[in-house]
């Protein structure tokens, strides 16, 4: 085994579909062909939104489709002490401050903006709540200097999260934590090396890289991969209309999901035979989209550019 840990983290929400079988199996493939490991975790920290059985039939999908996991499968809603400790890290280091905005407030202050675009949150409670004001959320000091990382297929990247995004929530008004903190206390708990996700969670990144500093832990390397999108170019979601995954014909739905990559049917007969056949075809897909660094001497142990340093 290499140093390699990677991880596939579903939201139960509902049942797995193209899109999510496409970011398993481009994660299930980049661990194994590095001969790492691959974890499972349920983030199922936003438990309002769940639905009773879904972590079990994804769990269930998984198996058929012959992604197997390593180790014991990690479940956001029994961390709540985990994520209350690394809030208590935080406080302590002044780094955190109640607020007492709403989503409105903050759009009402935002103005106009960009369609589809976040508001900024423009720090009105940062020096203390307003008169009149109660705390509801907790939100994260954003420094104004820009935090750096890596992307496995465009080298180091940065952001100016202050400037970019503003202060943002960890813990929640209904008190729930937000998924930047328990997505980056789970990383660093489960020793995450690389992260391969969907590019729909590409404008996180900055987020999670300035807890991990501020956590002082080292930051894993991303790599966005392509989404499956529907007729109307929309982002495949169970919000888009997103249908199950066909479970009775495992490899069909694996070659659906392959060609979002770009890479060729497999004609198989097992999901087990698939994935073999596939490696080869990854590791060639993986050193085609693989960052190249100015010189050997700035590569790291398993062929990236080594961590940036802020």
């Given at each position: 085994?290499?140093?390699?840990?990677?991880?596939?983290?579903?939201?139960?929400?509902?049942?797995?579909?193209?899109?999510?079988?496409?970011?398993?199996?481009?994660?299930?493939?980049?661990?194994?062909?590095?001969?790492?490991?691959?974890?499972?975790?349920?983030?199922?920290?936003?438990?309002?939104?769940?639905?009773?059985?879904?972590?079990?039939?994804?769990?269930?999908?998984?198996?058929?489709?012959?992604?197997?996991?390593?180790?014991?499968?990690?479940?956001?809603?029994?961390?709540?002490?985990?994520?209350?400790?690394?809030?208590?890290?935080?406080?302590?280091?002044?780094?955190?401050?109640?607020?007492?905005?709403?989503?409105?407030?903050?759009?009402?202050?935002?103005?106009?903006?960009?369609?589809?675009?976040?508001?900024?949150?423009p720090g009105t409670c940062r020096q203390g709540l307003a008169p009149g004001k109660?705390?509801?959320?907790?939100?994260?000091?954003?420094?104004?200097?820009?935090?750096?990382?890596?992307?496995?297929?465009?080298?180091?990247?940065?952001?100016?999260?202050?400037?970019?995004?503003?202060?943002?929530?960890?813990?929640?008004?209904?008190?729930?934590?937000?998924?930047?903190?328990?997505?980056?206390?789970?990383?660093?708990?489960?020793?995450?090396?690389?992260?391969?996700?969907?590019?729909?969670?590409?404008?996180?990144?900055?987020?999670?890289?300035?807890?991990?500093?501020?956590?002082?832990?080292?930051?894993?390397?991303?790599?966005?991969?392509?989404?499956?999108?529907?007729?109307?170019?929309?982002?495949?979601?169970?919000?888009?209309?997103?249908?199950?995954?066909?479970?009775?014909?495992?490899?069909?739905?694996?070659?659906?999901?392959?060609?979002?990559?770009?890479?060729?049917?497999?004609?198989v007969e097992t999901p087990g035979q698939w994935l073999a056949e596939a490696m080869?075809?990854?590791?060639?897909?993986?050193?085609?989209?693989?960052?190249?660094?100015?010189?050997?001497?700035?590569?790291?142990?398993?062929?990236?550019?080594?961590?940036?340093?802020?």
């Amino acid at each position: 085994m290499s140093g390699y840990v990677g991880r596939f983290a579903p939201s139960p929400t509902g049942p797995l579909h193209l899109g999510s079988l496409a970011t398993a199996i481009g994660g299930w493939l980049d661990a194994k062909t590095n001969h790492g490991r691959w974890l499972l975790r349920i983030e199922d920290v936003d438990y309002p939104r769940c639905v009773a059985g879904a972590a079990q039939h994804i769990m269930h999908t998984l198996q058929r489709f012959e992604l197997h996991w390593d180790g014991e499968v990690m479940v956001q809603s029994q961390r709540n002490s985990a994520y209350k400790s690394a809030l208590t890290q935080l406080t302590q280091l002044g780094l955190t401050y109640p607020c007492g905005c709403t989503r409105k407030d903050v759009e009402d202050l935002q103005g106009q903006r960009q369609r589809n675009t976040t508001a900024i949150y423009p720090g009105t409670c940062r020096q203390g709540l307003a008169p009149g004001k109660t705390a509801r959320s907790i939100r994260f000091k954003a420094s104004e200097t820009p935090v750096k990382w890596l992307e496995f297929d465009s080298g180091e990247q940065q952001e100016n999260v202050s400037a970019q995004s503003g202060d943002f929530v960890i813990q929640r008004a209904d008190g729930l934590w937000a998924y930047q903190l328990a997505v980056v206390v789970d990383d660093i708990v489960q020793g995450i090396t690389d992260v391969v996700r969907g590019s729909d969670l590409s404008d996180s990144t900055g987020k999670q890289i300035a807890l991990f500093r501020a956590l002082q832990a080292e930051a894993p390397c991303y790599w966005h991969l392509p989404l499956v999108l529907n007729d109307a170019g929309e982002k495949l979601s169970k919000q888009s209309g997103a249908t199950a995954l066909n479970l009775a014909c495992p490899v069909a739905e694996m070659n659906r999901a392959f060609k979002v990559f770009g890479l060729p049917d497999i004609a198989v007969e097992t999901p087990g035979q698939w994935l073999a056949e596939a490696m080869p075809l990854w590791a060639n897909y993986r050193g085609e989209r693989a960052f190249k660094p100015p010189s050997k001497a700035a590569t790291g142990a398993l062929g990236r550019p080594l961590p940036p340093k802020d």
